[in-house]
């Protein structure tokens, strides 16, 4: 499906698609992972903006799936490969 980059930030947030389930991912400025959810279908900009925090230079990116358990799936396969700074490990 398709997948989207965008400033961590309201503004950046506001504009992603909410017509799909996503895996949504908050990266540092230089890259590192540092967290990994899933958003159901018309739920994506609230759950992200929940996480929002301080962090420059930082970037969302959201890639869609058909169904839910598609990206939990995924989201599952991100965390155990990544293992980011602040997802409880072991989910």
Do not use: C, W
Not at 12 to 28: A, F
Not at 45 to 52: A, G, K, N, T, V
Request: net charge positive.
């Amino acid at each position: 499906m398709g997948t989207k980059k965008v400033k961590y930030n309201d503004s950046g947030i506001s504009g992603l698609p909410i017509d799909k389930p996503v895996l949504y991912r908050i990266e540092t400025k230089s890259g590192n992972l540092n967290y990994a959810g899933i958003a159901q279908r018309g739920q994506a900009q609230e759950r992200i903006s929940d996480h929002l925090g301080n962090i420059p230079g930082a970037t969302v990116q959201i890639e869609q799936f058909s169904s839910i358990d598609d990206a939990r799936k995924k989201e599952a396969r991100v965390i155990k490969r990544n293992q980011p700074k602040y997802n409880k490990q072991g989910k």
